[in-house]
T-cell receptor, first 115, second 112 residues
């Protein structure tokens, strides 16, 4: 398995533009998580899905952020409009059922810079 | 006070030294992760523990559920071990055991 695949690896965009981050989880994993990492706040959970259904989006900062998982092999995190304070590394992670038996696998992250 | 505390926050060691990073948590947990992140890099899960001890190569992780404490040990440290090590716990948090609570990380620098 190629692991959790995120794209793009780097994104530089201007304030006000729409940004879409993509994630392909490991095949067979039932849970998908979106995290944001900044120097100030460390890793923060934004939203997670179970079997393609959003379970907890309480970490989504505001209405400018939205996430979808149209099928088991693809998820997007969209920011519209983007702001400089959204600059961070965004990680996607997936895992299977059963906490004890299945660890997390993280993607390589998308480094977003909003100028 | 953070629910997951790590110590030390920064650690510099000489190549070959034995290294210990500690993690204490204040919530009930079902499992604990040790994660590794190299500068500018992705996050790798090193261990997931719910009890006892696990070993992988030069890395050893232990957990004491009663004391709410875990340690990550690196034997015969090498410069390539230089990274941020993050402790994260699955908390029984209102039933949402799928959420990880992260420590602030320990920045390790191993000098040749």
């Amino acid at each position: 398995d190629a692991g959790v695949i995120q794209s793009p690896r780097h994104e530089v965009t201007e304030m006000g533009q729409e940004v879409t981050l993509r994630c392909k989880p490991i095949s067979g994993h039932d849970y998908l998580f979106w995290y944001r990492q900044t120097m100030m706040r460390g890793l923060e959970l934004l939203i997670y899905f179970n079997n393609n259904v959003p379970i907890d989006d309480s970490g989504m900062p505001e209405d400018r952020f939205s996430a979808k998982m149209p099928n088991a092999s693809f998820s997007t995190l969209k920011i519209q409009p983007s702001e400089p304070r959204d600059s961070a590394v965004y990680f996607c992670a997936s895992r299977g059922q059963g906490i004890v038996n299945y660890g997390y696998t993280f993607g390589s992250g998308t480094r977003l810079t909003v100028v | 006070k953070n629910e997951v505390e790590q110590s030390p926050q920064n650690l510099t060691a000489q190549e070959g030294e034995f290294i210990t990073i500690n993690c204490s948590y204040s919530v009930g947990i079902s499992a604990l992760h040790w994660l590794q992140q190299h500068p500018g890099g992705g996050i790798v899960s090193l261990f997931m523990l719910s009890s006892g001890k696990k070993k992988h190569g030069r890395l050893i992780a232990t957990i004491n559920i009663q004391e709410k404490h875990s340690s990550l040990h690196i034997t015969a440290s090498h410069p390539r071990d230089s990274a941020v090590y993050i402790c994260a716990v699955y908390s029984y948090y209102g039933g949402a055991t799928n959420k990880l609570i992260f420590g602030t990380g320990t920045l390790l620098a191993v000098q040749p």
